[in-house]
C-alpha cells in the first residue's frame, strides 16, 4: 500500500478490530465508522482517474464502500467492498469466503476499471445506442444467477477470471471497456485474430466520441453505503454463504493425495515446485488430449500449483511416474470443469 495511506491507517484505530470473529460478526455495518475518504483505497480509486485521464476521458466515477462490489443501475458510479478498507476486515474476509477478491494491487486495478465501464455506461446510457447492442448484445436480457462459459470462444475478451464477459452483454462491455482502459494495453496485437477485436475497436471509437463530453446522468446517490446498513456481518456472511458457496476441494484435495505426501524427506521436492517445472509440456498435453480451451488448462494448473502449496505437498517415489500420475489427475480437473453445469457469478 502506498506509504500516505498505511500511516492514516495506523493512527486511526477501531473498538471493534481487537475483537475476536465471533463478536466482530456481530457487528452492525453501521457502526464500523469506515468511510472510504483517508482508507488505503481512495489512493487507488485516484490511479483510476488518472488512467481515465490519460484515455483522455472527462468522466470520473464517484465511488462509496458497501458490502459487496456494486454498480447500480443508472448510477454513474460504483461501491468497493468494507473488507478492502481495513486489514482486520480482510482476515475475517479470507476465513469466511476463503478467498479476498481484489486483494492485490493488480487484481482490485483490474476490478477498477471493469467497475468504471459499468459507472460509464450508465452515466452516457451506452446501452440505448443500437451499435451498442448490436455489439454486446441488449441489456434486457435478465441476468444470470449462473452461466456456462465457452472458454475456447474468442469473440470475448479475457481479463477478470472465469470468462466473465461471456455472462451478460453488460459484462460483456465493461470488460470490453477494461481491456481498452488498461495502461499499456496492446489490445491491437493481443485481440488481432479475435472476433473481439471488433468490441474493442467499437470502444475505441465510443471513448472518443464521449470523450470531453459532459455524461447526462450526474447523480452521485450512494446506494446500500455502510452507514446506510443496520445489519450484522454475522448476517452478511451468512447471506453469502448461501448464495456464493465456495466449491468444496475435496475432490482436488484427494487426487492430489494420491500423487503425493503431507510428509516432508529427505530431498523431497515441493509438490508446487514441481507442477510449475512441469506446466509447460503438461498444458500442452492436457490440451491436446481434453480438447479443451488453453485457458482452461492455464486455470487447472494454477489452482493445483496453489493447492499442493496450501497443503504442503511432497513428490515421493520416482519423479516420472509422479509426473503421468499429475498429467492424468489434471487432465479429469480439466474435463470436470468442461463438464460443470455453470459457474457462479462473483461481482
Request: charged residues 30%; contains cysteine; glycine residues 6%.
Given at each position: 500500500?502506498?506509504?500516505?495511506?498505511?500511516?492514516?491507517?495506523?493512527?486511526?484505530?477501531?473498538?471493534?478490530?481487537?475483537?475476536?470473529?465471533?463478536?466482530?460478526?456481530?457487528?452492525?455495518?453501521?457502526?464500523?465508522?469506515?468511510?472510504?475518504?483517508?482508507?488505503?483505497?481512495?489512493?487507488?480509486?485516484?490511479?483510476?482517474?488518472?488512467?481515465?485521464?490519460?484515455?483522455?476521458?472527462?468522466?470520473?466515477?464517484?465511488?462509496?464502500?458497501?458490502?459487496?462490489?456494486?454498480?447500480?443501475?443508472?448510477?454513474?458510479?460504483?461501491?468497493?467492498?468494507?473488507?478492502?478498507a481495513h486489514p482486520r476486515l480482510r482476515l475475517l474476509e479470507?476465513?469466511?469466503?476463503?478467498?479476498?477478491?481484489?486483494?492485490?494491487?493488480?487484481?482490485?486495478?483490474?476490478?477498477?476499471?471493469?467497475?468504471?465501464?459499468?459507472?460509464?455506461?450508465?452515466?452516457?446510457?451506452?446501452?440505448?445506442?443500437?451499435?451498442?447492442?448490436?455489439?454486446?448484445?441488449?441489456?434486457?436480457?435478465?441476468?444470470?444467477?449462473?452461466?456456462?462459459?465457452?472458454?475456447?470462444?474468442?469473440?470475448?475478451?479475457?481479463?477478470?477470471?472465469?470468462?466473465?464477459?461471456?455472462?451478460?452483454?453488460?459484462?460483456?462491455?465493461?470488460?470490453?471497456?477494461?481491456?481498452?482502459?488498461?495502461?499499456?494495453?496492446?489490445?491491437?496485437?493481443?485481440?488481432?485474430?479475435?472476433?473481439?477485436?471488433?468490441?474493442?475497436?467499437?470502444?475505441?471509437?465510443?471513448?472518443?466520441?464521449?470523450?470531453?463530453?459532459?455524461?447526462?446522468?450526474?447523480?452521485?446517490?450512494?446506494?446500500?453505503?455502510?452507514?446506510?446498513?443496520?445489519?450484522?456481518?454475522?448476517?452478511?456472511?451468512?447471506?453469502?454463504?448461501?448464495?456464493?458457496?465456495?466449491?468444496?476441494?475435496?475432490?482436488?484435495?484427494?487426487?492430489?493425495?494420491?500423487v503425493f505426501q503431507p510428509q516432508p524427506g529427505r530431498n523431497?521436492?515441493?509438490?508446487?515446485?514441481?507442477?510449475?517445472?512441469?506446466?509447460?509440456?503438461?498444458?500442452?498435453?492436457?490440451?491436446?488430449?481434453?480438447?479443451?480451451?488453453?485457458?482452461?488448462?492455464?486455470?487447472?494448473?494454477?489452482?493445483?500449483?496453489?493447492?499442493?502449496?496450501?497443503?504442503?505437498?511432497?513428490?515421493?517415489?520416482?519423479?516420472?511416474?509422479?509426473?503421468?500420475?499429475?498429467?492424468?489427475?489434471?487432465?479429469?480437473?480439466?474435463?470436470?470443469?468442461?463438464?460443470?453445469?455453470?459457474?457462479?457469478?462473483?461481482?
Open positions: 500500500m502506498p506509504a500516505r495511506a498505511a500511516t492514516s491507517r495506523k493512527r486511526r484505530r477501531h473498538a471493534w478490530q481487537d475483537l475476536a470473529d465471533e463478536d466482530l460478526l456481530d457487528v452492525r455495518f453501521c457502526d464500523l465508522g469506515l468511510t472510504l475518504e483517508g482508507s488505503p483505497l481512495a489512493d487507488y480509486v485516484e490511479r483510476l482517474y488518472v488512467e481515465l485521464a490519460r484515455r483522455g476521458l472527462s468522466f470520473r466515477p464517484h465511488c462509496w464502500l458497501g458490502e459487496e462490489w456494486f454498480s447500480p443501475d443508472g448510477v454513474p458510479g460504483f461501491a468497493l467492498p468494507f473488507y478492502l479470507r476465513r469466511m469466503m476463503r478467498e479476498v477478491e481484489g486483494g492485490n494491487r493488480n487484481w482490485f486495478m483490474r476490478i477498477l476499471r471493469h467497475e468504471a465501464g459499468h459507472a460509464l455506461d450508465n452515466a452516457y446510457r451506452l446501452r440505448r445506442r443500437r451499435a451498442w447492442r448490436e455489439t454486446f448484445g441488449p441489456a434486457s436480457l435478465p441476468y444470470p444467477d449462473s452461466y456456462r462459459p465457452r472458454p475456447g470462444s474468442r469473440r470475448y475478451v479475457q481479463h477478470l477470471c472465469s470468462w466473465y464477459a461471456q455472462s451478460h452483454p453488460t459484462e460483456d462491455f465493461a470488460e470490453t471497456f477494461a481491456v481498452w482502459l488498461k495502461p499499456g494495453s496492446r489490445w491491437r496485437r493481443e485481440y488481432a485474430l479475435w472476433p473481439a477485436l471488433a468490441k474493442l475497436e467499437y470502444v475505441d471509437a465510443l471513448m472518443a466520441e464521449v470523450a470531453a463530453r459532459p455524461p447526462p446522468v450526474r447523480t452521485r446517490m450512494h446506494v446500500e453505503s455502510l452507514a446506510q446498513v443496520t445489519r450484522t456481518l454475522r448476517e452478511h456472511y451468512d447471506e453469502r454463504l448461501r448464495r456464493y458457496a465456495p466449491p468444496t476441494r475435496r475432490d482436488e484435495d484427494e487426487l492430489l493425495y494420491r523431497r521436492l515441493r509438490a508446487d515446485t514441481f507442477l510449475r517445472r512441469l506446466r509447460p509440456r503438461l498444458h500442452r498435453s492436457i490440451a491436446a488430449n481434453v480438447h479443451c480451451g488453453e485457458y482452461l488448462v492455464h486455470q487447472v494448473m494454477r489452482a493445483a500449483i496453489q493447492r499442493a502449496g496450501e497443503l504442503r505437498l511432497y513428490v515421493a517415489g520416482d519423479p516420472r511416474r509422479a509426473a503421468g500420475e499429475v498429467e492424468k489427475i489434471l487432465a479429469r480437473l480439466a474435463r470436470a470443469f468442461e463438464r460443470s453445469a455453470g459457474r457462479r457469478l462473483t461481482l
